[in-house]
Every structure is written in C-alpha cells, then in structure tokens.
C-alpha cells in the first residue's frame, strides 16, 4: 500500500475500523485516497468499487466533495445517472459523481472527516436508486 502522505487520526481510525485497502497518493500536487472494494448497494452493476477521494490542500479544515468509482457504475434498471464525468487518476479511467454538501448540511470544521464524507457517499449511492425507483 503507498502512504505518500499522512492522514489525521480520525481517519485512519476509520480505515482500520472499516477493513478497507487503502492508498494516499498524489498525482501531480492533488492528494488522493483510494479505498479498494467498496461496498456498491444493490441496484448498481458491481458489488464493490475503488473509490477515489480528492482531498483537498487545506483538509481536514476543507471539505471533502464529490466522489470517484472505477468501474464506472451504472443502474441494473437502466435508468440514467445524472452530473457525471471520467477523469483519469492514477492511470485509471474513474468515474466522477458530481454531488456536493448544501448550505442544509455544511462541511463542519472539527467534526467532519472522512467518516462521515461516506456516509455522504452512501446517502448519494442510496438516493440516485430511489431516485430511479420512484
């Protein structure tokens, strides 16, 4: 696994707790995590996907937006997932999921992390399947 970079406690307590692979790269001067087997709720057409984070220069005291999955995920039902793009990282093709945090429910310095970033991504993955189902 590469550790190009250190992560704040939080997190790696998370990544222990949670069993994930994971790498802390950089590309270029953008950090990225990459969890490895992340688990893709029913409805999507892969079980697990590598999930791709940017984290930005001033993280933890800046939030943690959007999400990346190689594959490219995409719904059984054949309905269409909208605000996506692909972007390249690490030599990868991933796909990127363009939903952000609302003035609802703002980054809050000192008690947001990665951790709850994916609750986010989960709320987003569960969401875009009720979305369609409706």
Partial sequence: ????????????????????????IVV???????LYAYPIPHGYN??????????????????????NFHPALSLVSGGAIRALSMHVIDGK???QW????????PWRIGLDNLGTHMLQ??????????KRAA
């Fill in 1 to 24: 696994m590469r550790r190009e970079f250190q992560l704040p406690p939080e997190d790696l307590e998370y990544l222990e707790a949670s069993g994930y692979a994971w790498d802390a």
């Fill in 28 to 34: 270029g001067n953008v950090k990225w995590l990459i």
């Fill in 46 to 67: 892969v079980t697990t996907a590598i999930v791709a984070l940017r984290l930005p220069p001033a993280y933890p005291d800046e939030q943690i937006d959007m999400v």
């Fill in 93 to 95: 093709n991933f796909q």
């Fill in 98 to 105: 363009s939903r952000h945090r609302t003035p609802a429910n």
């Fill in 121 to 130: 991504v989960n709320s987003w993955l569960d969401r875009e399947l009720q």
